[in-house]
């Protein structure tokens, strides 16, 4: 019976305790804030940057981007070692080595701007008349380029190559299948996997991925700006850009406005097609800030001229300063750092 009684006292005290826990541990859920518009809207146009570039016929192995890594930063692939990959698309500078014109190894100046690399994977094609399909064939140009990185033909860079001793190791890493894997395809399937790591986020990624305090006010109003006065039509997708071929100078002659001391015909040059006159690949906005001078023949000095440009030729609108100004804002948030691990 004394045990009995025991219990029944314990009993209440025991369940008013456990009662009073639950209710301590409450804690009001602060509301979540609803996207906005803006965001909503961004996000419907602009959408996810991927991790890497892939492509189904070129695996991304470590192997085989150490061996593209050591190819893109060396000299050797020139005729004279003097010039690299990196020479003309500096990782240390997003990409680009922000000359008009390139130098190459006999010091003649290329024909156009040369692009950043950062992102190139994703483009739709190469160059700025979209003559190679990939950054694969891409990466096989420039090395036999009379006016680059002149070396005679692809027999000459496999001989060079096949004498060096880090080489033989390398490509037999990155093409252990193969029996004789130092193949001028294999140069340009190295180059092109470590090119494809190339992927480079910026803060605008993390607006798009739910986190809108990131960006101020005056970038958001740049924002909005870039989406309804119409430069979305060239410049959407996870690029912005990159995606399609434009004829630059839709209402007016491009070289009235940037200058040109060349009127380059653009994709007119590789088919001879009437409608291809003066159409170019849309070039990518992401790292724009750092990536100047603009345009295919690098005439354009200073970002905001080139966005008033762009809004003149393109959509026959005269951007005001203030419009031009929160632009700009906006895509200074589209500059991202490349890795370390991806630098020499």
């Known amino acids: 019976m004394k045990t009995k009684s025991i219990l029944i006292y314990f009993l209440p005290l025991a369940l008013l ?6 209710t301590s541990t409450e804690v009001e859920k602060e509301p979540v804030a609803e996207p906005s518009e803006l965001w909503q809207k961004a996000k419907t146009l602009f959408g996810e940057l991927p991790k890497i570039a892939e492509n189904p016929e070129n695996s991304i192995t470590d192997e085989k981007v150490t061996l593209g890594k050591t190819l893109y930063f060396d000299k050797r692939l020139s005729k004279d070692n003097t010039i690299s990959c990196n020479s003309c698309h500096n990782l240390e500078t997003h990409g680009v080595d922000n000359l008009s014109f390139s130098p190459g190894n006999d010091g003649g100046l290329g024909g156009r701007n040369s692009p950043t690399v950062l992102n190139a994977a994703l483009h739709i094609a190469q160059f700025w008349d979209g003559r190679a399909k990939d950054v694969e064939e891409q990466a096989g140009g420039p090395i036999l380029n009379p006016v680059e990185m002149a070396m005679p033909n692809e027999k000459a860079v496999i001989e060079r190559l096949s004498k060096i001793d880090e080489y ?13 894997p130092i193949t001028y395809t294999n140069i340009q399937k190295a180059i092109g996997a470590f090119e494809r790591k190339l992927i480079v986020p910026s803060k605008f990624d993390e607006y798009l991925a739910g986190n809108e305090d990131v960006l101020s006010q005056q970038e958001k109003d740049g924002l909005e700006t870039f989406t309804t006065v119409g430069c979305i039509t060239c410049h959407s997708g996870n690029l912005l850009g990159g995606q399609l071929f434009q004829k630059f100078g839709l209402t007016s002659n491009y070289w009235e406005h940037t200058k040109s001391q060349k009127i380059d015909e653009g994709k007119f040059e590789v088919t001879k097609n009437e409608a291809d006159k003066y159409v170019f690949k849309t070039p990518s906005l992401r790292n724009i800030e750092k990536t100047y001078p603009y345009f295919h023949d690098g005439s354009v000095e200073k970002l905001d001229d080139a966005v008033k440009i762009m809004a003149k030729t393109q959509l026959n609108k005269e951007l005001t300063d203030k419009e031009t100004t929160d632009i700009v804002a906006f895509l200074k948030t589209l500059t991202g750092e490349v890795p370390k691990e991806f630098k020499q």
């Not at 305790?17 to 639950?22: A, P, R, V």
């Not at 033989?168 to 004789?180: C, I, R, T, Y």
Request: contains cysteine; proline residues 5%.
């Open 17 to 22: 305790t456990s009662c009073g826990s639950e």
């Open 168 to 180: 033989k190791d390398l490509f037999a890493k990155a093409f252990p299948e193969e029996k004789s």
